[in-house]
């Protein structure tokens, strides 16, 4: 039994010097933890986190060989932990505590679109009504209803609008909205259906680089009208607000989102090709070539490229990550190094974990991190036997394309299920059709930037256009296609640690010891299979419900709430639209009185076979919009009341009732069978410092009251 305790440890120290990359890894696994806690951890929790790090630090260096593998682990853990709560605590900020209706002040630091297409803008500066500053949000994010002329930022508006706190998770376990926000610094979302007021231009040296990033936009869509256009200034500069919401889908359905995302493709297109023109353009000054080394000058040149390029496409985490691991090369290049390894991926993702946690949570970090550390893995593996003895030169680009649009593919599949809830079928080959014409469009973009003092850039810009269309044509022949995108369910919540684990164990370990990833993987991909849905759903207000049932999840109403019922649909793994999932059968009644019934727990209390359905105890539910519900009919005919209003005055006792004061403590709710009762499970199970209240407390049961007749259920 101790040797197969030790054995591990051993073969770790068989691997050292290579066990870097396990950093970040590890790095991970703390921060995961600090945001998996219900409570917020406190003194006592912090205080054990720096006290875990005297032993950790002490027997990494002096401690026992076999124990400092245990003693890194630790310290990564430790260190991950208390920097995900140094990160919090320092980004906090005032969210709105309440609704608020109103005249809204603020200056303008970012246009872009909203789901729903409309235009939107993100203000800081910001002052609501008389308001005190110091609850004031410190970032408020407005869309704009109407035909509006897209605005500069820099200038200062004055706008009526509708605010409120950012939305926690549309269902228990999805994805939090408010906790992304309370990291972004956004304390309030809302929209307007008033004119927009100019209060002031911008000030000189007032958001230099946001009204750099419109004004080539501008110049971009200018050159080239259309949906070719506002894709190439969406690549080029990161300005999305002329994209179409038609266009948006087409991208997504065909796999080739990932081209707007200002990452690690487009970082590379660029600054290689800047390395490139340097470094080759000086070769061709044979007294300059002679003196100087071109391709160190190439370096500092495209180091200077790459960070210009980050500041002027926003800095999201994609785009970061993707200027440190340029930069890690740049730098490997300057010393002599090796540029592209494991090591440099891992120093990338250690610094970006350490600035910036909550990262670790958004899918943007995990699909960077993932295809880049299959690329490198991948093409390491291939490197001397494949590429550069068994290959001839002239195949070697095109085998480089399938080979990375394969494996980019795969290594990014399992991460984009989990977040999007679909596959794209015909994703390798709307990937392998663009990614060239991708290159060309970012080189005639540096040309273009470089010849536009001058006047010259015509040229570059149609080049750029041409491509563009190129991308534009095969994203919707490809999203047309049948079958383009299968939906997938999702994962539950050991499904993608597990995957995770498999990856890292793959790509980290040597020899046969990779065998070991198969159990990991093998058991997530089951959980995976397995993954079950809630019965009900409830939303935060109570205007929607959404009953499972033979045909998909039916909805109660097929207008408004957009966004949480396509996050419900979207998660149980269904194509279907709103008003499509409102005509499945589930729901009767008018639409002020949604009556429907979940079924009796068959297999778990006595019943009887009646036509095929269960005869026992099931529950009967009534969902009350409008602004004076009938609730004493309801409840003389249901076990459950939804009610999307504030119930005053007394509840009657022979039903139970959520209405929006109970929803506002715990936010959605999903309702599972759970033996012969069904279980409540609030979205808001835990008081975190975004949370900005106490935990939703504890509902009890439900218990069905009724006989409930086979025609019922039916």
Known sequence: MVRWLIWPLEALLMMRGLLFPWVPIFLGVGISLWFGLQQEPG??????????????????????????????????????????????????????????????????????????????????????????????????????????????????VLVTARLAAPEGPTEPGGFDFRRMAF????????????????WQEPGPGVQVINRLRMYMSRGIMAALPGDAGAFASGAMTGDRSGISKDTVAALRDSNLAHLLAISGMNMAFLTGFVFVLVRYGLALVPPLALRVNTKKLAAVVAFGVALFYLLLSGANVATERAFLMVTVMLGAVLFDRRALTMRSVALSGVVLLLWQPESLTEPGFQLSFAATVALIAAFGGLDRRVMQERLPRWIIPAFTLVLSSVVAGIATAPFAAAHFNRFTDYGLVANLLTVPMMSLLMGAGAVAALLAPIGLAGPALWVMGLAARWILFIAHWVAGLHGAVTPIVAPGP????????????????????????????????????VSERPALLISSDGGLAGLMGPQGRALSVAKGAGFTAGNWLENDGDLAAQDAAALRPGFAGPKSARVFTLPALSGRMSGLELNGQAQGKGLRGVALTGKEPDLAAACAQADLVIVSAYVDGGVPSACRVIDRKILRQTGALAIWPDGTAWQIIPAARSARIWMGQNPAPDLPPLIPRREILSQDIQ
């Open 43 to 156: 003194l006592k929790g912090y205080g054990a986190a720096v006290v875990a790090l005297g032993p950790a630090l002490w027997f990494w260096r002096r401690g026992p060989d076999l124990a400092q593998p245990l003693a890194v682990i630790a310290l990564c853990v430790a260190v991950g932990f208390l920097a995900a709560g140094a990160r919090a605590h320092w980004v906090a900020s005032p969210m709105l505590d309440r609704p608020f209706y109103g005249p809204v002040q603020g200056r303008i630091i970012e246009v872009d679109r909203s789901g729903s297409d409309a235009l939107r803008i993100t203000l800081d500066q910001v002052v609501l009504g008389d308001r005190p500053a110091e609850t004031t949000p410190r970032l408020v994010r407005i869309s704009l209803r109407g035909d509006t002329p897209v605005p500069d930022p820099g200038q200062v």
């Open 183 to 198: 990291f972004d610094g956004l304390g309030a979302v809302g929209y307007t259906r008033s004119p927009m007021v100019l």
């Open 494 to 529: 050991w499904v993608m640690p597990l995957i995770v684990a498999a990856g890292a164990w793959l790509v980290l370990m040597r020899g046969r010891a990779r065998a070991g990833a198969v159990l990991p993987l093998a058991l997530g991909m089951g959980l995976w299979a």
